[in-house]
């Protein structure tokens, strides 16, 4: 059972960390904590991997604990993409304008 439960958290804490990164690109400034939830999960998960007899010893605290970083990660991970997901309802017209304006020049110089 501690297999089983350290390679899901692994997964999930590696997505994580692949998610943190990709907020990042995002311009978020907040995927610090999204990548440290993503680690401590991953550092859970090897313990569980690594040492099954002491995981055996206190395998529901550690799943406890687990669960709990991936529980929080997957809310603060939806507060930011909430975030991210407003940001764009910000911006002015006349900024949209110009970018469309970017756009269509972009498209015309691709075309010739």
């Known amino acids: ?9 692994l997964f999930r804490s590696v997505a994580a960390i692949s998610f943190a990164l990709d907020i990042k690109k995002y311009g978020s400034k907040n995927w610090g904590v999204l990548l440290a939830l993503g680690i401590i999960g991953s550092i859970f998960s090897f313990i569980l991997i690594w040492n099954p007899v002491f ?18 990660f997957s809310i603060y991970f939806s507060l930011q993409l909430r975030k991210l997901n407003k940001a764009p309802k910000k911006i002015s ?20």
């Open 1 to 9: 059972m501690a297999f089983y439960i350290g390679f899901g958290v």
């Open 55 to 72: 995981a055996g010893l206190s395998v529901v605290v550690l799943i406890a604990l687990s669960f709990m970083f991936a529980g929080l």
């Open 93 to 112: 017209a006349k900024l949209r304008e110009r970018y469309d304006d970017i756009l269509k020049e972009i498209q015309e110089e691709l075309e010739n």
